[in-house]
């Protein structure tokens, strides 16, 4: 064998080789690709779970915040409703016939005696002049209100509080549902 074959041999086994080499770093470059292609896109999906999990909950978190507003918003306009009613239901009062005053003072007046015996009687200073009290029963003076009657015995340990606004309050409270459902169907 000449010099001249065996540097040919040797050129050509290199070459090989060269080729070789280069064939299995390109096959472990691609699986390199490969991994990184599957890890990226393993990354990707768990984000984009991430992402919509947390669009999700954003969503919801905007929805509640959304109805918890408009339910207070139905409240304010419902407490504003019942108490636009109240002050009517005062007005009314206000406004109530002297001849129907007279024959509810009456009436009152005959309970009071019943329940309390001699007593003072207490009324607004227009109504003064609606009240017939019998014997046992005196005058006690003015109070401010749009109507009605207070009954204290004669030692002042017992009250009773017939005036227009404490009834409403009493029937209001005891009948509270009640308006509710009617007036908010």
């Known amino acids: 064998m000449s010099l ?4 040919e041999d040797i050129l050509r086994k290199g070459e090989e080789k060269k080729r ?21 896109e393993e990354n990707r999906a768990k984000e984009e779970k991430r992402t919509g999990s947390l669009i999700t909950q954003m969503e919801q978190q905007e929805l509640s915040s959304a109805e918890l507003e408009s339910k207070k918003i139905l409240l304010a306009a419902q407490r504003r409703a019942m108490e636009g009613l109240k002050a009517q239901a005062l007005a009314e009062l206000a406004e109530y016939p002297a001849d129907k005053r ?3 003072y009456s009436k009152l007046v005959a309970k009071a005696k019943k329940d ?23 005058g006690g ?3 401010d209100c749009i109507g009605g009657l207070v009954f204290e015995s004669k ?3 017992v009250r009773l509080d017939f005036r227009f606004e404490s009834l409403l309050e009493e029937i209001w409270n ?12």
């Open 4 to 7: 001249n074959k065996v540097v």
């Open 20 to 40: 070789e080499i280069i064939r299995l770093g390109e096959k472990e470059r691609d699986e390199h690709i490969l991994q990184a292609e599957k890890r990226i």
């Open 102 to 104: 007279k024959k509810a």
């Open 116 to 138: 309390l015996g001699e007593c003072y009687v207490y009324s607004n200073k227009d109504d003064k002049a609606l009240i017939q009290l019998p014997a046992g029963m005196a």
């Open 141 to 143: 003076g003015v109070i």
């Open 155 to 157: 030692d002042r340990s």
């Open 174 to 185: 005891k009948k509270l549902q009640e308006i509710y459902g009617k007036l908010l169907r």
